[in-house]
C-alpha cells in the first residue's frame, strides 16, 4: 500500500494496527558511467517494494534530493546536493505531519554511506530531525515537563516498544552490518552493481565501464545478478525482522 494512493479509511486503519510507514532516504548521485544516478534511492526502493509483498507496509513517497554530498563527483557530475541543515529542517516538518497525523511506526531505510551501519551527515539529519519531531511534537500536545508527569513513570520499562515515543521514528539502513559481512558492500562497485542489477537490471550498463575510469568501479566488472539476488535476499530478512 503506497501512502499516496490511500485514503482517509486506509490510514485510520494504519493508526488502529499501528502499521509500519516507510521512507525511502534517497540520493541522487553521480556512480560512475555504468549506474544510475537513483541508485541507492532505487535500491533501497526496490526492497521496501520486495518488503510490502511479505508483510504489511505503508510505503511513503521517497525522497530523493538530499545530502548526497559531492565526496564522488563536483558539482558538475550530475549528483544533487541539499545542504544538512536545510535538508534537516524539511524532513523535520515531514516527520512533524506524520506525527501529527497520529502515525507512531516510522522508519526511514537508506542505503546511501551506510557502511557497516556508521553515521554519515545525511543519514544523522534524519536522525535529528526525527528526534526534534519527537520532543516539538509531546511538548505541543502534553505540555513543558510532559517527562516528568506521572503519565511516563513506567518509561524505562517501556524503553525500545511502542509506548516509547522515542521509538515512533527509526532510521535503518537497507543492509545491516551482518548483511554487509556475509556479502560486501561497496560504492557503484561489484556490490552495488549486482543488488541494482537485481533489482533494476535497466538501471546498470557495465559495457560503459572504460568510459569514464575510477578506482572505485573498477570492481563492477565481477558484478552479477547471482551475487544481487543473494544481497536482496539477506537483505529483506533483515528488513522483515527490523521493520515491526
Known amino acids: 500500500m503506497y501512502l499516496d494512493k490511500c485514503f482517509p479509511r486506509e490510514i485510520a486503519e494504519a493508526k488502529q494496527k ?29 526492497l521496501v517494494e520486495k518488503l510490502a509483498e511479505r508483510k504489511e507496509i505503508i510505503i511513503a513517497p ?7 554530498s ?22 523535520y516538518y515531514v516527520f512533524m505531519s506524520m506525527l501529527s497525523a497520529g502515525l507512531r511506526n516510522i522508519y526511514v531505510v537508506i542505503h546511501h554511506q551506510f557502511e ?40 524505562y520499562e517501556n524503553l525500545g516498544n511502542q509506548s516509547d515515543p522515542f521509538s515512533w521514528i527509526q532510521v535503518i539502513p537497507t543492509m545491516s552490518t551482518a548483511v ?5 558492500y561497496d560504492h557503484a562497485g561489484k556490490y552495488e552493481c549486482s ?19 575510477h578506482w572505485f568501479t573498477k570492481s563492477a566488472a565481477e558484478a552479477n545478478t547471482e551475487l544481487g539476488d543473494e544481497m536482496v535476499r539477506l537483505s529483506l530478512d533483515y528488513l522483515e525482522k527490523r521493520i515491526v
Not at 122 to 143: D, F, H, I, P, V
Not at 202 to 213: C, F, M, Q, T, Y
Request: charged residues 20%; hydrophobic residues 30%.
Open 180 to 184: 554487509q559481512n556475509a556479502t560486501g
Open 195 to 213: 543488488i541494482l542489477m537485481s533489482l533494476y537490471p535497466e538501471a546498470v550498463k557495465l559495457d560503459r565501464l572504460g568510459e569514464i575510469p
Open 18 to 46: 499501528n502499521t509500519p510507514v516507510v521512507i525511502v532516504g534517497g540520493t541522487v548521485e553521480y556512480h560512475g558511467p555504468q549506474c544510475a544516478y537513483g541508485c541507492d534511492t532505487l535500491v533501497a526502493q526496490g
Open 116 to 155: 557497516q551501519e556508521s553515521l554519515m551527515p545525511m543519514t544523522l539529519s534524519y536522525m535529528k530531525a526525527g528526534k526534534r519531531a519527537t520532543m516539538a511534537y509531546l511538548e505541543k500536545t502534553q505540555g513543558q515537563g510532559w517527562w516528568g508527569s506521572e503519565n511516563y513513570k513506567d518509561y
Open 62 to 68: 521517497s525522497i530523493s534530493y538530499s545530502p548526497s
Open 70 to 91: 559531492y565526496a564522488v563527483g563536483d558539482d558538475k557530475s550530475g549528483t544533487v546536493h541539499v545542504e544538512e541543515n536545510a535538508f534537516e529542517e524539511y524532513v
